[in-house]
């Protein structure tokens, strides 16, 4: 069963190390027809990840997990203390995400933007591959 956990600087070169420790653990669990979709979501959730809470760590999951691929990527970007801030933060960060947003539509995924629960601070961001 597929289960990767990372934690790299929350820097823009953080995404090609993300990209090919994911690549490799597709690789090694024959699950390549994930390669590209997966390049492409990991790069574009760190790269704007790490744009919006620099020098912050990233926490990166991929598992697979009831027929689906789960990528998730947790940020410790502040939370804002006025609601309109927050609201307006989170419209520019899925703005960011338009090719993601894209490539996962097209793939029959899903992905979006949050609050990261507890235990987790900061920002939860998603992508769902279905088989």
Known sequence: M??????????PRSAGIVRNAVAGALRV?????????????????????SGLTSGAELYISLRWREECL??????????HAEVD??????????????????VVNDWGGEWGVGEAAPPHRGVRSWVYLPS
Do not use: K, N
Not at 29 to 49: F, I, N, P, Q, S
Not at 89 to 102: I, Q, S, T, Y
């Open 2 to 11: 597929l289960a990767l956990s990372l934690t790299v600087p929350g820097e």
């Open 29 to 49: 669990h024959g699950m390549e027809r994930y390669g590209v979709v997966t390049a492409l979501a990991v790069t574009e959730l760190v790269a704007v990840a």
């Open 70 to 79: 789960r990528l998730v990527v947790w940020d410790q970007h502040p939370a």
């Open 85 to 102: 801030a927050a609201s307006l933060c989170f419209v520019r960060r899925r703005r960011a995400l338009w090719l993601l947003a894209e």
